[in-house]
């Protein structure tokens, strides 16, 4: 008689998992710091309390916060109560000077909820005993946006100076700090900001290792509306580029702000900057400690990296490659034989783990070069991890002169066929191929010519 399989024991089994999945993330990210940025609207939503307990989970696994709040709602909503219109340009408000004690009123409140909520230590709540130290100060040395194009914008400033030296004797002191958009002259004049453009601002002066911004919406997306998981710099500025100047609505200048900031940040050395919607519950928990994370990340450099293999990768491709040999789709590999071959694989990885490898073996004589053991993880069979693969071993073989480029397959012709190669003999292989050739296996062998 079969034993029936309890519910709470597979919930059980995958809270397990996730967590010892979550394991290196955590060790990653004890000690560093991270620029959060959300907006007024998360903190007006009823979700906010658990945006808030999860920020303070951060604090309690080590990461050093740091964080920047807009009030644009808010402000909207103080000036509309004293029936003060707004005009705006550039998208930015203009704010008159006699406004400045509404909004500074609405940054004010804003300000203490977030306080308040990262004070509250109730019993048998999620942030019970979180003991989250907040501290607020004129970190921010602002100057006025100016005159632009003949438009004044009186108390509307931008970042002049971030007192990096500040916020980092707080995050040493274990404290949240948390600034609010505003900012405050020499000559002792308060200045509506962007929040955007403190959080990134704050960024590359404090050398921060993440920025994230919660978005309102979902974040950046393609021609097919997909959503686009990783732009390294140059893809966000032609997406940039792309989308610049072309009819829009609020969701689509929001998005390209916040990319446009994304942008500078990498350029200033922030090396990751993270999209998230504040709409996904948990989202932020769900980005920072998972491999694959739930929004756009923009990168400085290759979050993903495709490099000749070494020893020390070994483990991960035997790891790749194993359910493949079990299959009969790839011939088996001892370890042995892979260490003596590794020189000649390259491999992509993702976040420490190998997600796809493929080897190139050349026979100087036949001037031949092949194509050999093309795997890539089912998990990212869809992202054309393969083609960039197949790609570079051309690029290798065109590179030591070779002629043509051959394959041995026996699961995977079309899509050898769909990438211009075609169907050989097992007498067209080079001599010293055809001699190990394995006739019970049957491969069908395919070649390319190398242009």
């Known amino acids: 008689m079969n034993k029936k399989t309890n519910n709470s024991d597979i919930k059980c089994d995958e809270h397990v998992d996730w967590f010892r999945q979550s394991a290196p993330y955590i060790h990653a990210h004890r000690g560093k710091t991270f620029v959060i940025l959300f907006g007024g609207e998360a903190v007006e939503h009823t979700g906010f309390a658990h945006l808030i307990q999860d920020i303070?989970?951060?604090g309690s696994l080590g990461v050093r916060i740091v964080l920047v709040h807009g009030a644009r709602s808010q402000i909207q909503q103080q000036l509309d109560?004293?029936?003060?219109?707004?005009?705006?340009?550039?998208?930015?408000?203009?704010?008159?000077?006699?406004?400045?004690?509404?909004?500074?009123?609405?940054?004010?409140?804003v300000r203490m909820r977030i306080e308040a909520q990262l004070s509250m230590g109730l019993p048998n709540t999620p942030m019970a005993d979180a003991s989250v130290r907040v501290v607020s100060g004129n970190f921010i040395t602002a100057r006025p946006y100016g005159i632009r194009n003949g438009i004044d914008f009186c108390q509307t400033g931008n970042v002049r100076k971030v007192d990096a030296e500040a916020i980092k004797q707080q995050?040493?002191?274990?404290?949240?700090?948390?600034?609010?958009?505003?900012?405050?002259?020499?000559?002792?004049?308060?200045?509506?900001?962007?929040?955007?453009?403190?959080?990134?601002?704050?960024?590359?002066?404090?050398?921060?290792?993440?920025l994230i911004f919660v978005m309102e919406n979902n974040g950046v997306t393609n021609k097919k509306d997909a959503l686009l998981q990783q732009l390294d710099l140059p893809r966000a500025e032609n997406w940039l580029n792309d989308h610049r100047g072309k009819k829009e609505t609020i969701t689509d200048r929001?998005?390209?702000?916040?990319?446009?900031?994304?942008?500078?940040?990498?350029?200033?050395?922030?090396?990751?900057?993270?999209?998230?919607?504040r709409k996904i519950d948990g989202a932020l928990l769900l980005e920072l400690y998972t491999r694959d994370g739930i929004g756009p990340l923009v990168t400085a450099?290759?979050?993903?990296?495709?490099?000749?293999?070494?020893i020390e990768d070994i483990g991960g491709i035997l790891e790749l490659?194993?359910?493949?040999?079990?299959?009969?789709?790839?011939?088996?590999?001892?370890?042995?034989?892979?260490?003596?071959?590794?020189?000649?694989?390259t491999v992509i990885e993702r976040d420490g783990m190998i997600i796809a490898c493929a080897a190139?073996?050349?026979?100087?004589?036949?001037?031949?070069?092949?194509?050999?053991?093309?795997?890539?993880?089912?998990?990212?069979?869809?992202?054309?991890?393969?083609?960039?693969?197949?790609?570079?071993?051309?690029?290798q073989a065109r590179k030591k002169h070779m002629k043509k480029i051959f394959t041995l397959t026996t699961q995977t012709m079309?899509?050898?066929?769909?990438?211009?190669?075609v169907e050989c003999s097992a007498d067209d292989l080079p001599m010293e191929k055809k001699s190990l050739y394995n006739y019970q296996r049957n491969s069908k062998v395919f070649c390319k010519p190398v242009n």
């Not at 790839?330 to 892979?338: A, D, F, G, I, T």
């Not at 079309?414 to 190669?421: K, M, T």
């Open 254 to 277: 929001e998005t390209q702000a916040h990319l446009d900031n994304a942008a500078h940040a990498c350029r200033g050395g922030v090396q990751r900057v993270h999209l998230i919607s």
């Open 414 to 421: 079309h899509w050898f066929i769909e990438r211009g190669f």
């Open 81 to 109: 109560i004293l029936d003060i219109r707004s005009e705006f340009a550039d998208g930015l408000r203009i704010t008159l000077n006699e406004n400045m004690p509404a909004i500074e009123q609405a940054v004010g409140q």
């Open 360 to 395: 190139i073996f050349t026979f100087k004589k036949e001037q031949a070069a092949e194509l050999a053991c093309l795997a890539v993880h089912e998990d990212y069979q869809i992202h054309g991890r393969g083609d960039d693969l197949m790609q570079h071993i051309e690029w």
């Open 301 to 310: 450099g290759n979050y993903e990296g495709l490099r000749t293999a070494g």
């Open 171 to 210: 995050l040493e002191n274990n404290n949240v700090a948390l600034i609010s958009p505003i900012g405050y002259s020499p000559t002792g004049e308060v200045f509506n900001l962007r929040a955007e453009d403190i959080a990134t601002e704050t960024a590359i002066a404090l050398n921060a290792d993440k």
């Open 56 to 58: 303070a989970l951060l």
């Open 321 to 345: 490659i194993s359910p493949l040999e079990k299959n009969g789709i790839m011939v088996k590999r001892s370890r042995e034989q892979l260490e003596l071959d590794i020189n000649n694989f």
